[in-house]
């Protein structure tokens, strides 16, 4: 089970940070990450990252404005986003993978949480 919190609404070029906290260890064994879904649009993977040794992958889109990190000892996985621009602003989905490997494909992952909201205004 997988808990996303955090969204909300922020001008362009402030900062918001995610959170989803994983039930149980097994998330050890697994790949999380978030995508994102704007209006009208299809489900587009923003960033991974493997629970076991850290690796991180981010979309060419949030290089360099979002940041994934984990934290063990409370299973949860958060996003921080800096430099939010108005097309950022979607529905944000924590996912887990059924193993662990990294993937861009929403296909990939088989555990997905409610989303979470966060708009950026211009």
């Known amino acids: 089970q997988l808990q996303a919190s955090g969204g909300g609404l922020v001008q362009a070029g402030g900062s918001l940070r995610l959170s989803c906290a994983a039930s149980g260890r097994t998330v050890v064994t697994r790949v999380l990450g978030w995508f994102r879904q704007a209006p009208g649009e299809e489900r587009e993977f923003v960033t991974a990252i493997r629970w076991s040794d850290n690796h991180t992958f981010y979309a060419n889109s949030v290089k360099g404005r979002f940041s994934i990190s984990r934290d063990n000892a409370k299973y949860t996985m958060y996003l921080q986003m800096n430099s939010l621009k108005p097309e950022d602003t979607a529905v944000y989905y924590c996912?887990?993978?059924?193993?662990?490997?990294?993937?861009?494909?929403?296909?990939?992952?088989?555990?997905w949480g409610h989303g979470t909201e966060v708009t950026v205004s211009s």
């Open positions: 996912v887990a993978s059924g193993n662990g490997q990294m993937s861009t494909l929403p296909i990939r992952y088989r555990y």
